[in-house]
């Protein structure tokens, strides 16, 4: 069954906002932050992540966000351009910030650190003038990076779109996306992220992000408590993610739909997150059943923590399905599916 219901007349996909930043992961691994001398330059910033790994199962995206009027920027912009993710509503700052930059300390494969550079930055300047109605006519979709909702002018900009995509019958998706930097307070989150939150079609996030959504609602909700109420506002599909533990999807017509993750050895315990949610919404915009779209975003996940960046190495479809055959003849048919 489909949950969500695409404009199939819209030239673009998917549209997100929020952050891009320039990742920068240890090459020499398995060491403190402090011992490591040599490092890797990706494309950073998880809806940065998820518009590349949308682009390369062939959807057509484009970006709101703001960059670094420097050699950065056209590091990140020209990555873009390759990948065929639109840019014509990448802008530059002007007064001086700079792009997010990210040193991933990798410790183990279950235990990793992120040291980031958020002063004066450059995503969060991202200003309603920047949010223009015609673009957000003409995706199916736009994903709002809770990140984005942090400080203004971003988070104007960030519930401008909102408001436009809602007027359009644009699909809302939002990935909750929690950061500590750049937060002043709970209540702060909690208020912004719920706006957001209530106008959505789709709401993505850890258990740990929907309390944090949650905490001026109604605290201590189940996964099923919190499922509810979102269908009540405006959500189709609500998932919910553990970890290790798998994710559910909940929809608004009752039905549950469970996920485990595929067995993998991991080199990093970060980049899953944006994996998943590019193999996931695939399988949406092609119309798969729910257990399939989320099997899709179970194997990149998996894919993706076994990497060493968060962009780069995104797959194609060709190669996430390879991975789900493979695993399914190692540990079984069902490996996947709870």
């Not at 359009?168 to 998706?173: A, L, P, R, S």
Request: hydrophobic share 40%; aromatic share 10%; glycine share 8%.
């Amino acid at each position: 069954m489909q949950y969500i219901t695409f404009d199939e007349k819209r030239p673009m996909d998917l549209v997100l906002l929020g952050r891009v930043a320039v990742d920068f992961n240890p090459v020499d691994y398995f060491h403190p932050l402090a011992e490591c001398t040599t490092f890797k330059k990706y494309v950073g910033g998880s809806p940065a992540n998820i518009a590349v790994g949308v682009s390369r199962h062939g959807l057509k995206a484009g970006f709101f966000a703001r960059v670094s009027d420097d050699q950065f920027g056209d590091f990140v912009t020209d990555f873009f351009k390759k990948e065929g993710i639109d840019v014509t509503r990448i802008r530059r700052c002007e007064n001086g910030e700079k792009i997010g930059l990210t040193f991933t300390e990798i410790l183990s494969p279950t235990e990793s650190s992120i040291l980031m550079y958020r002063n004066c930055i450059a995503d969060l300047q991202l200003d309603p003038a920047d949010i223009d109605e015609e673009y957000i006519k003409n995706t199916k979709a736009i994903l709002i990076s809770g990140t984005s909702l942090a400080a203004s002018p971003s988070r104007e900009a960030a519930l401008k779109a909102v408001m436009l995509a809602k007027k359009n019958g644009t699909v809302i998706i939002f990935d909750i996306d929690y950061r500590p930097y750049n937060w002043v307070s709970e209540d702060e989150i909690s208020i912004y992220y719920s706006m957001v939150a209530k106008e959505a079609d789709i709401i993505m996030g850890s258990r740990e992000e929907f309390n944090l959504t949650e905490r001026l609602i109604e605290e201590g909700r189940s996964d099923e408590e919190s499922a509810a109420a979102w269908h009540k506002e405006q959500a189709k599909i609500v998932i919910i993610k553990h970890g290790k533990e798998g994710s559910t999807a909940y929809t608004n017509d009752g039905n549950r739909y469970s996920i485990k993750p595929f067995p993998v050895t991991a080199l990093k315990s970060f980049g899953g997150g944006d994996g998943y949610g590019s193999g996931f919404l695939y399988g949406l915009f092609e119309g798969w059943e729910m257990i399939d779209s989320l099997e899709f975003g179970s194997a990149e996940a998996a894919m993706m923590v076994a990497s060493h960046s968060c962009s780069e190495d995104l797959p194609g479809p060709d190669e996430v399905r390879a991975f789900i055959k493979e695993s399914k003849e190692k540990f079984g048919e069902m490996i996947a599916r709870a």
